[in-house]
């Protein structure tokens, strides 16, 4: 197993004004963080689930050659639907990708997303995250803000539980809340 380390956040929220509901993780995957976005290992199938939801597919999947095009459609495909994507925690000790490893984690400060957009909703791409948000961010934002908050399963390769089918099933949530 990886040694725990301090990893400090380093990726920005993907987001603007018109923004209605918040996506969040817990931190990125060292993957990610070495590729520069959020999901982006190879084997997470967060970039082939959400698509699906609405509709569409991407061009350039996660192992593409050209990360910064990579980047470029998802963020565009986020903002084209009002999504916003970030993570729970601004830091963290963490063992590699190991949600169930995080240790002295401190919570990212949501305060400049939520009030300079029309975020209402929140989905927890997973327990651990839901978790911490309850652990950490609840009480601070959630009546403040008067936010819906829901849990997802996780799109990474350790839930072999959900099929990529049941995961596009589970995803339909998020869909059916910007529909309202």
């Not at 380390?5 to 817990?26: C, D, F, M, R, Y």
């Not at 699906?52 to 459609?73: C, M, R």
């Not at 839901?130 to 609840?138: E, I, P, R, Y």
């Given at each position: 197993?990886?040694?725990?380390?301090?990893?400090?956040?380093?990726?920005?929220?993907?987001?603007?004004?018109?923004?209605?509901?918040?996506?969040?993780?817990?931190?990125p995957s060292?993957?990610?963080r070495?590729?520069?976005?959020?999901y982006?290992?190879?084997?997470?199938?967060?970039?082939r689930?959400?698509?699906?939801?609405?509709?569409?597919?991407?061009?350039?999947?996660?192992?593409?050659?050209?990360?910064?095009?990579?980047?470029?459609?998802?963020?565009?495909?986020?903002?084209?639907?009002?999504?916003?994507?970030?993570?729970?925690l601004?830091?963290?000790q963490?063992?590699?990708?190991?949600?169930?490893?995080?240790?002295?984690?401190?919570?990212?400060?949501?305060?400049?997303?939520?009030?300079?957009?029309?975020?209402?909703?929140?989905?927890?791409?997973?327990?651990?995250a839901?978790?911490?948000?309850?652990?950490?961010?609840?009480r601070?934002?959630e009546?403040?803000?008067?936010?819906?908050?829901?849990?997802?399963?996780s799109?990474?390769?350790?839930?072999?539980?959900?099929?990529?089918?049941k995961?596009?099933?589970e995803?339909?949530l998020?869909?059916?809340?910007?529909?309202?």
């Open positions: 197993m990886p040694a725990s380390t301090l990893i400090t956040h380093p990726l920005p929220p993907v987001w603007n004004e018109e923004s209605k509901v918040l996506l969040l993780g817990t931190m060292p993957k990610s070495e590729l520069g976005f959020f982006m290992h190879p084997q997470n199938r967060f970039w689930v959400l698509p699906q939801v609405f509709g569409e597919s991407l061009i350039h999947p996660n192992k593409t050659p050209d990360t910064q095009a990579a980047i470029a459609e998802r963020r565009d495909f986020l903002i084209r639907h009002n999504l916003a994507l970030w993570d729970v601004a830091s963290c963490i063992e590699g990708a190991a949600d169930s490893s995080i240790r002295q984690e401190i919570p990212n400060d949501f305060s400049k997303i939520l009030s300079e957009s029309k975020i209402q909703h929140i989905y927890f791409t997973g327990q651990t839901a978790a911490l948000w309850k652990k950490h961010c609840a601070l934002y009546e403040r803000f008067n936010l819906a908050v829901h849990t997802l399963p799109t990474s390769p350790a839930n072999a539980r959900f099929t990529l089918e995961l596009i099933e995803y339909q998020v869909r059916e809340c910007m529909q309202q």
